[in-house]
């Protein structure tokens, strides 16, 4: 079963970021994106790790807010993801780090 958590990040510059992220993750994940919207999947065995599957980011830029969502097969995992999404965000915002993320972990999420 899916673990799932989502964050509202408000910034002014979310279409920025959202790109940002996507390229430098592109070198070495599958990823998608448009100005608008971006997905990220990271592999189940990434950097020797072994879930169960594969996590997934899902990120949808508006002119206020980045919204994200992560997927994940382990409470852990989706600990994990969490802190690599919003420390990468950070790395990009630097100008206005540390951003506000209000993870909010869905009813399955520890």
């Given at each position: 079963?899916?673990l799932?958590?989502?964050a509202?990040?408000?910034?002014g510059?979310?279409?920025?970021y959202?790109?940002?992220?996507?390229?430098?993750?592109?070198?070495?994940?599958?990823?998608?994106?448009?100005?608008?919207?971006?997905?990220?999947?990271f592999?189940?065995?990434i950097?020797?790790?072994?879930?169960?599957g594969?996590?997934?980011?899902?990120m949808?830029a508006?002119?206020?807010r980045?919204?994200?969502?992560?997927?994940?097969?382990?409470p852990?995992?989706?600990e994990q993801?969490?802190?690599?999404?919003?420390?990468?965000?950070?790395?990009?915002?630097?100008?206005e780090?540390?951003l506000?993320?209000?993870?909010?972990?869905g009813p399955?999420?520890?």
């Open positions: 079963m899916a799932q958590s989502t509202s990040v408000p910034t510059n979310a279409s920025r959202l790109q940002q992220l996507c390229k430098h993750w592109s070198h070495n994940l599958a990823v998608e994106f448009t100005p608008e919207k971006g997905t990220v999947t592999p189940r065995d950097r020797g790790a072994d879930w169960p594969d996590g997934h980011l899902a949808t508006s002119s206020d980045l919204d994200c969502t992560i997927d994940a097969s382990r852990e995992q989706l993801l969490k802190g690599v999404v919003s420390s990468h965000l950070d790395r990009f915002a630097f100008k780090a540390p506000a993320f209000d993870w909010r972990n399955d999420a520890a």
